[in-house]
């Protein structure tokens, strides 16, 4: 390197993050949008900030294998470590292609997110990302090496490592550190350290081979045997405490062929496809599905009409009225966890709030009903997609050993969404139609989010992956494990080809391409690079606009209509009292339909059965026989059957004969044969009835209790007002009021947008050139150093903007707005006028006028030398 590029290579990370283009910046900070949350104020509180264990710990997180491998193996090279000395410990001594042809994105990655920094002959790792990956003996490394000769020497007496150095066949040296010295570069010699093994007994190479690939620590007796006593004396093992040794990292690097991890992994997995079937019947399967998830839904939320189950006082649905929910959907208990968490998630049901607090649909559900079905699915997947609530963790336990409730605290999972989402692009990178395994999937993850994949209890990630293949192939997301047209339409997701696949996971190279490095010591700098554009293969999904949302749900709503069924306007009625609805129907008629009749099974056709108790409801809710019969027949494609005519009629003829009102209550008849016989009835001595006149018996029990006493009785009364009016008995549905649906916990600040970002890096870049720009000197000998804000008077303020007016000069100034937040800004003013000054501001890039008085201070930027 000439003397002209030591110059200019960064001395620390501060500025290689100034040296970055704006396009660079913006990259960093969307990968990391926990470093504008605030806006730092110049680039040396964004690297400060960047350093932090917090954020570091973050980034490390996030990145995906190899290049997770590649930080550590940077954080045990020397440091700086030249680009061949990192590739060295990856590749090994015999070299590895794909290693060599995977490496340079890596490290582009690493410098990307501010993890790595410098030169290509002069790597290093931000502090706090060595001191996380290095080996020490509180935290092991994950590629198992242990310290260097220098550091496992550190404490030992001079005479000791001259000792070594004898023993080992090498010179006595002068002082200490040139003794290590000597001693380390034998271990990092090939040629003279297989020599020096050569002459080793086997049981001292055998000792060595259980270290190898760590943990590199052993317990010694004070009296080591023959085969340990061997390395002790050759500094092959170094004693770190009484008892305890450990394998220098060089020696291991040596017994490793330079390999710092046993297995590396520059590839992800492929995700081969497991099943492949026609996409006409993948998508004719999702759309199935999709049909009967909106029919759950309803059905759930129908089944909870007129109030659902009580809420716990901890929150959430106990465990019995989640078992009674899944018998009333007929599907298992963790299922119907999840249909109720989904319309949870949509907004559709909520608890009332009332006293007696109850869970029940909300406002919501009443307009979700009125849309067309693709529209009301699309809300559904939607609120799936996004919503952090992850209903597979229902019946598991928290930290603090409580059971997990459905619609219960506790089930948020930051990660589901972005799992979400990831699992399903895999599936669209897959050819049309083509399935993929579960576990291929679940290897897949693990590779891109490698720490993330490895420390969470029971492999949260894994579970969450393998939920999301059952919930989506549930809502018709899926279709026989493949992902549909209408699911990619929704996602905004590529059309899946193995192309696709193939360019996900194959890393090109070009090892004679050059690139301008901006961190590498400045712009112009040309150093030959084989690859300089991160892979981010499991980024988090771009945040989408409300507009380009609306557009993806409008164009899924658009294939899935013409695959769903059309609603039906009849019915087929059957002579043994049953109707047969052989598809959907309309929403007028299957209300209708689910009063009059009971629902006896569901499937591809659902069966209805008429009942005297389901006629009485009928009749109960305001309609008359006659009604009944011109409903049938107008609604059944077959004729009504004779015996459902009956049916009604005799039902209807009984209807109301007997009517019920409050005394506590009362009978009320024109027959008093009919009253004399209830009277002598048995059954009827808990309702403890007496006769108040020859129509009339009164009861001690209320009219609902009475009602309900003579109906299983046999008989048809009907209730009736205080006017003697026949009341008219309709379900009403309990709402709650008006809600928003659950807002989703996020993974850390969200990925911050375009116009942000914007915004964030102009004022970065201005608080930079205010604190590192000099300064005019003062007049006076006072002054305060370049890089802080002097104090200034009104007057001195004011003369100052006047002057910078006049100049066409550059300030720094601190201001205070309305709300009493301080901040410093860098302005070129065009004029003072009334007390306040217009400026061109740099930090928001645009004219703005601020009041003289709420400038704290102010400060002339000399000009810029070049």
Same mark, same amino acid.
């Given at each position: 390197?000439?003397?002209?590029?030591?110059?200019?290579?960064?001395?620390?990370?501060?500025?290689?993050?100034?040296?970055?283009?704006?396009?660079?910046?913006?990259?960093?900070?969307?990968?990391?949008?926990?470093?504008?949350?605030?806006?730092?104020?110049?680039?040396?509180?964004?690297?400060?900030?960047?350093?932090?264990?917090?954020?570091?710990?973050?980034?490390?997180?996030?990145?995906?294998?190899?290049?997770?491998?590649?930080?550590?193996?940077?954080?045990?090279?020397?440091?700086?470590?030249?680009?061949?000395?990192?590739?060295?410990?990856?590749?090994?001594?015999?070299?590895?292609?794909?290693?060599?042809?995977?490496?340079?994105?890596?490290?582009?990655?690493?410098?990307?997110?501010?993890?790595?920094?410098?030169?290509?002959?002069?790597?290093?790792?931000?502090?706090?990302?060595?001191?996380?990956?290095?080996?020490?003996?509180?935290?092991?490394?994950?590629?198992?090496?242990?310290?260097?000769?220098?550091?496992?020497?550190?404490?030992?007496?001079?005479?000791?490592?001259?000792?070594?150095?004898?023993?080992?066949?090498?010179?006595?040296?002068?002082?200490?550190?040139?003794?290590?010295?000597?001693?380390?570069?034998?271990?990092?010699?090939?040629?003279?350290?297989?020599? %020096?093994?050569?002459?080793?007994?086997?049981?001292?190479?055998?000792?060595?081979?259980?270290?190898?690939?760590?943990?590199?620590?052993?317990?010694?007796?004070?009296?080591?045997?023959?085969?340990?006593?061997?390395?002790?004396?050759?500094?092959?093992?170094?004693?770190?405490?009484?008892? &305890?040794?450990?394998?220098?990292?060089?020696?291991? !690097?040596?017994?490793?062929?330079?390999?710092?991890?046993?297995?590396?992994?520059?590839?992800?997995?492929?995700?081969?496809?497991?099943?492949?079937?026609?996409?006409?019947?993948?998508? @004719?399967?999702?759309?199935?599905?999709?049909? &009967?998830?909106?029919?759950?839904?309803?059905?759930?939320?129908?089944?909870?009409?007129?109030?659902?189950?009580?809420?716990?006082?901890?929150?959430?649905?106990?465990?019995?009225?989640?078992?009674?929910?899944?018998?009333?959907?007929?599907?298992?208990?963790?299922?119907?966890?999840?249909?109720?968490?989904?319309?949870? =998630?949509?907004?559709?049901?909520?608890?009332?709030?009332?006293?007696?607090?109850?869970?029940?649909?909300?406002?919501?559900?009443?307009?979700?009903?009125?849309?067309?079905?693709?529209?009301?699915?699309?809300?559904?997947?939607?609120?799936?997609?996004?919503?952090?609530?992850?209903?597979?963790?229902?019946?598991?336990?928290? &930290?603090?050993?409580?059971?997990?409730?459905?619609?219960?605290?506790?089930?948020?999972?930051?990660?589901?969404?972005?799992?979400?989402?990831?699992?399903?692009?895999?599936?669209?990178?897959?050819?049309?139609?083509?399935?993929?395994?579960?576990?291929?999937?679940?290897?897949?993850?693990?590779?891109?989010?490698?720490?993330?994949?490895?420390?969470?209890?029971?492999?949260?990630?894994?579970?969450?992956?393998?939920?999301?293949?059952?919930?989506?192939?549930?809502?018709?997301?899926?279709? *026989?494990?493949?992902?549909?047209?209408?699911?990619?339409?929704? !996602?905004?997701?590529?059309?899946?080809?193995?192309?696709?696949?193939?360019?996900?996971?194959?890393?090109?190279?070009?090892?004679?391409?050059?690139?301008?490095?901006?961190?590498?010591?400045?712009?112009?700098?040309?150093?030959?690079?084989?690859?300089?554009?991160?892979?981010?293969?499991?980024?988090?999904?771009?945040? *989408?606009?409300?507009?380009?949302?609306?557009?993806?749900? +409008?164009?899924?709503?658009?294939?899935?209509?013409?695959?769903?069924?059309?609603?039906?306007?009849?019915?087929?009625?059957?002579?043994?009292?049953?109707?047969?609805?052989?598809?959907?129907?309309?929403?007028?008629?299957?209300?209708?339909?689910?009063?009059?009749?009971?629902?006896?099974?569901?499937?591809?056709?659902?069966?209805?059965?008429?009942?005297?108790?389901?006629?009485?409801?009928?009749?109960?809710?305001?309609?008359?026989?006659?009604? %009944?019969?011109?409903?049938?027949?107008?609604?059944?494609?077959?004729?009504?059957?004779?015996?459902?005519?009956?049916?009604?009629?005799?039902?209807?003829?009984?209807?109301?004969?007997?009517?019920?009102?409050?005394?506590?209550?009362?009978?009320?008849?024109?027959?008093? /044969?009919?009253?004399?016989?209830?009277?002598?009835?048995?059954?009827?001595?808990? %309702?403890?009835?007496?006769?108040?006149?020859?129509?009339?018996?009164?009861?001690?029990?209320?009219?609902?209790?009475?009602?309900?006493?003579?109906?299983?009785?046999?008989?048809?009364?009907?209730?009736? +007002?205080?006017?003697?009016?026949?009341?008219?008995?309709?379900?009403? =549905?309990?709402?709650?009021?008006?809600?928003?649906?659950?807002?989703?916990?996020?993974?850390?600040?969200?990925?911050?947008?375009?116009?942000?970002?914007?915004?964030?890096?102009?004022?970065?870049?201005?608080?930079?050139? @205010?604190?590192?720009?000099?300064?005019?000197?003062?007049?006076?000998?006072?002054?305060?150093? /370049?890089?802080?804000?002097?104090?200034? &008077?009104?007057?001195?303020?004011?003369?100052?903007?006047?002057?910078?007016?006049?100049?066409?000069?550059?300030?720094?100034?601190?201001?205070?707005?309305?709300?009493?937040?301080?901040?410093?800004?860098?302005? @070129?003013?065009?004029?003072?006028?009334?007390?306040?000054?217009?400026?061109?501001?740099?930090?928001?890039?645009?004219?703005?006028?601020?009041?003289?008085?709420?400038?704290?201070?102010?400060?002339?930027?000399?000009?810029?030398?070049?």
């Amino acid at each position: 390197m000439s003397s002209d590029e030591k110059q200019a290579a960064p001395r620390s990370l501060a500025e290689a993050l100034r040296a970055r283009d704006d396009g660079s910046l913006a990259a960093l900070l969307r990968a990391r949008p926990d470093l504008i949350t605030p806006v730092p104020t110049d680039l040396t509180q964004l690297a400060t900030r960047a350093g932090t264990r917090a954020s570091v710990v973050r980034a490390l997180e996030r990145l995906d294998r190899f290049a997770l491998q590649t930080a550590e193996a940077l954080a045990v090279a020397p440091e700086p470590a030249p680009y061949e000395t990192l590739l060295a410990l990856l590749a090994g001594d015999d070299g590895d292609p794909a290693v060599a042809e995977a490496l340079p994105r890596a490290v582009a990655t690493l410098r990307e997110q501010a993890l790595a920094w410098g030169a290509d002959d002069r790597l290093r790792l931000v502090r706090t990302a060595r001191e996380l990956l290095a080996p020490s003996p509180q935290h092991p490394s994950p590629t198992g090496l242990g310290p260097t000769v220098a550091e496992a020497t550190a404490g030992m007496s001079p005479g000791r490592i001259q000792e070594i150095l004898t023993a080992a066949g090498l010179p006595t040296t002068h002082d200490a550190v040139s003794a290590v010295a000597s001693l380390t570069a034998l271990f990092t010699d090939r040629t003279r350290m297989s020599a %020096l093994l050569d002459t080793a007994p086997p049981e001292s190479l055998d000792a060595l081979s259980r270290l190898v690939w760590g943990p590199p620590y052993g317990q010694v007796t004070a009296d080591p045997a023959a085969r340990l006593r061997w390395l002790l004396d050759r500094g092959l093992l170094l004693p770190t405490a009484p008892g &305890t040794v450990v394998l220098p990292r060089e020696v291991a !690097l040596h017994l490793r062929a330079g390999r710092a991890h046993r297995s590396v992994e520059p590839l992800p997995p492929t995700v081969e496809p497991a099943a492949t079937h026609r996409p006409q019947v993948v998508d @004719a399967t999702a759309a199935g599905q999709a049909y &009967t998830a909106l029919a759950t839904v309803e059905e759930l939320l129908k089944d909870w009409d007129e109030g659902g189950p009580a809420v716990l006082r901890a929150g959430g649905l106990s465990v019995r009225d989640l078992k009674r929910t899944a018998v009333a959907l007929d599907v298992t208990e963790p299922v119907a966890a999840f249909w109720v968490e989904l319309a949870y =998630a949509a907004g559709l049901l909520a608890s009332d709030n009332e006293a007696d607090e109850r869970y029940a649909a909300t406002p919501a559900y009443d307009e979700w009903l009125e849309r067309p079905a693709p529209e009301r699915w699309t809300r559904l997947v939607a609120a799936w997609l996004s919503a952090t609530r992850t209903a597979g963790l229902v019946g598991g336990r928290d &930290t603090k050993d409580r059971t997990l409730s459905a619609l219960g605290p506790g089930l948020d999972r930051s990660a589901a969404p972005e799992i979400r989402h990831r699992v399903l692009a895999l599936l669209a990178a897959l050819p049309e139609g083509a399935s993929a395994s579960a576990d291929t999937l679940v290897a897949r993850l693990h590779w891109e989010r490698a720490l993330r994949g490895t420390t969470s209890s029971d492999d949260l990630r894994a579970r969450l992956a393998r939920w999301t293949l059952s919930e989506a192939e549930s809502l018709g997301v899926t279709g *026989r494990g493949a992902l549909s047209a209408h699911g990619r339409a929704l !996602l905004g997701l590529p059309a899946g080809t193995a192309a696709d696949s193939a360019a996900d996971s194959k890393m090109t190279a070009d090892p004679a391409a050059t690139v301008t490095r901006a961190d590498a010591g400045g712009p112009g700098d040309k150093l030959p690079v084989h690859h300089h554009r991160p892979h981010h293969p499991a980024s988090a999904p771009e945040p *989408r606009s409300p507009a380009e949302l609306a557009s993806a749900a +409008s164009r899924a709503a658009r294939l899935l209509a013409p695959l769903l069924p059309e609603p039906l306007d009849h019915v087929l009625l059957q002579a043994d009292l049953t109707a047969v609805a052989p598809g959907p129907l309309e929403r007028p008629l299957a209300d209708t339909l689910g009063v009059l009749a009971d629902v006896e099974s569901k499937g591809g056709a659902t069966v209805y059965r008429f009942t005297p108790g389901s006629v009485r409801r009928a009749l109960d809710a305001g309609r008359s026989a006659s009604d %009944l019969h011109a409903f049938l027949a107008a609604h059944s494609r077959t004729p009504v059957p004779q015996p459902l005519t009956y049916l009604i009629d005799d039902v209807a003829r009984r209807h109301g004969h007997l009517r019920i009102g409050a005394a506590s209550a009362y009978v009320r008849c024109d027959d008093d /044969n009919l009253l004399n016989e209830i009277l002598a009835d048995k059954r009827s001595q808990g %309702l403890r009835l007496r006769r108040l006149a020859p129509t009339v018996l009164a009861s001690q029990a209320d009219p609902a209790t009475l009602l309900e006493g003579l109906r299983e009785m046999g008989l048809a009364p009907a209730a009736e +007002s205080a006017e003697g009016d026949v009341l008219i008995t309709r379900a009403h =549905a309990h709402r709650t009021s008006p809600r928003t649906a659950p807002e989703p916990v996020p993974d850390g600040p969200p990925i911050p947008d375009t116009t942000l970002l914007g915004a964030a890096i102009r004022a970065i870049r201005a608080g930079d050139l @205010a604190s590192t720009a000099p300064r005019k000197q003062a007049t006076d000998s006072s002054s305060v150093p /370049n890089g802080v804000l002097p104090r200034t &008077t009104s007057a001195e303020t004011l003369a100052t903007m006047q002057a910078a007016v006049l100049t066409g000069g550059t300030l720094w100034i601190g201001y205070v707005n309305a709300e009493g937040s301080a901040t410093q800004r860098v302005i @070129a003013p065009i004029r003072v006028e009334g007390g306040f000054v217009t400026a061109y501001d740099h930090t928001a890039d645009e004219v703005r006028t601020y009041p003289l008085h709420r400038v704290t201070g102010v400060a002339e930027l000399a000009d810029k030398q070049n």
